[in-house]
């Protein structure tokens, strides 16, 4: 270890690459810089708070990056609040926004031109044809129907929204006619291929059962009145919805064994967990024990969560896990758990033996006591300097009155910084927030964190949701300086991503790179399909071999550094199954 100078302070830091750069004591060169308002991504969020202190308006919202027009670069999509009430049900307390008001959901299409100095986004909301009726929680990404056209279905406080992309920049609203809506409180949602039938299903994370009528009030320690923890209502249970490929979905959710648990759910993740080729499901709960739903490959699962280690922590207590990822962050080819918490407990890394057995390795590894002071929503694995170790983003925002320790005099107290970590080749993770640069010295209610290549270059950039605040559009600095290889894993037609396909980077006397064709994971939130390897120094040739679900392989070799790459199915030499 080496100690790093950064402005007044001294900073320790491991060997590691092009994130020292920003260590050196000059200011001009940070890891991210803040694009949001450059760029035309004008959103500010609404949480309708009125001084009642409703428990869902400090929950929301996430956030959705895809490439809705396919053009070749990423659109973002923003959800947004609204005032809300007593009222019957969770729709009847939503009160609709005035005519001609911003207070919806925003599209924003990226407009860059080819060989532009900064990027340029474009509010399409009206265009588009998406009107957001409820009070916006998350968002998923994924084409139902195989068209090529990425659709998006919306968590709500209430009536959830399924909206399919006519592929003219237009959405369509088929919730109903889809079959998949749900009038609880949905947060976070994610698109599987449950049955291996080529065809996206979706499981949707229900939350509590909020009493809009006559919500409870709750107190802080001090007596003071403060927002309620969900420990204070019923938890609810969560839909799985089978996709039949005609546009509709079958309710599968008893059928399949996952109302067997009540949990209260904001993170789901999809995933291989245990190695046999099938998707598995897992499921943050917010105070409850959390559960591992490992697919039994007829349409069933079973939680397997409190025998493989992922249901409470090391000591045997559920925590408040709100953002989920699964990532290869030890480079040994399992997908590892990483999950973010309330304060004063400690985010939570489970570190997978590659046959769905877990181990908490938060202490070890320098990620649980940074993690003390803060309540962690989204969260993100990426590459920050392209040196094909997975670095970690966590982005918080406190959850009662309580966490504001000193005074202050501000009307929605709960801001707090975000953080990243790097990763020191899976053996540990060193906090570098602070050399990040100035866009991660804000401090803000975040909530969602979503992630891709927004300008192409081959380094990975985010985009950050706050609540009752602006997003934040954070563009990478050092990612590209780096050599890289992206890929585009696609069906044998070439017009849709395959989720849950396992890609390989294939290096010459080192272990694989892994990384899974996904968008789901963070907090309420969808990223990018597309993946990009860090390759350090190595710039000649690569070789990619995919495995897609189900267990068939093929490769792809003398694949050019420093670009994108589409990677079709049967287009590449079969390895075996």
């Keep these: 270890m080496k100690i790093l100078r950064a402005g007044k302070k001294i900073i320790p830091a491991l060997c590691l690459g092009l994130l020292t750069v920003a260590a050196t004591g000059d200011a001009d060169e940070a890891l991210f810089i803040d694009a949001g308002e450059s760029s035309g991504l004008d959103f500010v969020h609404f949480n309708g708070m009125s001084g009642e202190l409703y428990l869902p308006e400090i929950m929301g919202a996430g956030v959705a ?4 027009d396919r053009d070749g670069d990423l659109d973002i999509y923003l959800l947004q609040g609204h005032m809300i009430g007593p009222g019957k049900s969770m729709a009847d307390a939503i009160m609709p926004p005035p005519a001609n008001t911003s207070l919806i959901d925003r599209l924003y299409r990226n407009d860059t031109k080819v060989g532009a100095a900064a990027l340029h986004f474009k509010d399409v ?4 044809g998406i009107r957001s009726g409820g009070y916006g929680m998350g968002v998923a990404a994924g084409d139902i129907n195989n068209d090529g056209w990425p659709d998006l279905y919306i968590s709500n406080l209430g009536h959830n929204q399924l909206w399919l992309n006519n592929g003219d920049g237009t959405f369509k609203d088929i919730t109903e006619k889809a079959g998949v809506d749900d009038e609880r409180w949905s947060v976070s949602a994610a698109f599987v291929d449950i049955n291996l039938d080529g065809w996206l299903d979706l499981y949707v994370g229900n939350y509590v059962a909020y009493d809009m009528e006559n ?14 923890g969900p420990q204070a209502f019923e938890p609810a ?10 546009g509709s979905f079958a309710d599968i959710s008893e059928k399949s064994g996952i109302t067997q648990v009540f949990g209260g759910a904001l993170g789901v993740i999809a995933a291989d967990f245990n190695g046999d080729h099938w998707p598995d499901i897992y499921v943050g709960n917010d105070g409850m024990a959390n559960q591992l739903w490992i697919n039994q490959q007829d349409g069933t699962f079973e939680d397997t969560a409190p025998l493989a280690g992922v249901s409470v922590n090391r000591y045997g207590m559920p925590e408040a896990s709100m953002g989920v990822v699964a990532a290869d962050f030890d480079g040994d080819g399992d997908e590892d758990l990483f999950m973010t918490h309330l304060v004063r407990e ?3 890394l489970y570190v997978n033996d590659g046959t769905g057995w877990f181990d908490d390795k938060t202490a070890e590894i320098g990620l649980g006591l940074a993690s003390i002071p803060y309540s962690g929503f989204g969260t993100a694995w990426l590459d920050i300097d392209n040196d094909g170790w997975l670095d970690l983003l966590i982005v918080n925002g406190a959850v009662t009155l309580f966490e504001s320790h000193e005074p202050t005099d501000k009307v929605f107290p709960l801001d707090r910084r975000n953080q990243l970590f790097a990763n020191d080749h899976g053996k540990a993770f060193i906090d570098i927030s602070d050399l ?4 991660f010295q804000f401090s803000e209610v975040s909530r969602g964190a979503a992630t891709g290549d927004f300008d192409n270059d081959g380094d990975i950039d985010l985009v950050i949701s706050n609540n009752s605040g602006r997003a934040r559009l954070l563009l990478n600095q050092v990612g590209n300086k780096n050599a890289w290889l992206g890929v585009s894993v696609l069906d044998a037609t070439g017009k849709y991503h395959v989720t849950g396909s396992k890609v390989a980077l294939i290096r010459e006397n ?14 309420a939130s969808a990223s990018d399909p597309r993946i990009v390897f860090g390759l350090g120094g190595s710039r000649g040739p690569q070789t990619i071999e995919v495995t897609w679900p189900g267990g068939e392989r093929e490769r792809w070799s003398a694949l050019a550094a420093n670009r994108y790459h589409e990677l079709r199915r049967d287009s590449g030499i079969k390895t075996g199954q």
Excluded: H, I, M, Q
């Design 65 to 68: 990056v895809f490439d809705f």
């Design 125 to 128: 909301t009206e265009k588009s």
């Design 215 to 228: 919500p409870k009030p709750c107190r802080s320690a001090t007596t003071a009145r403060d927002y309620c």
């Design 237 to 246: 249970t969560d839909r799985l919805f089978l996709n039949r490929g005609d």
């Design 346 to 348: 400690t985010n939570t």
């Design 436 to 439: 990040a640069g100035d866009a």
């Design 510 to 523: 080192r272990a694989p790179l892994w990384r899974r064709v996904r968008t789901d994971g963070s907090y």
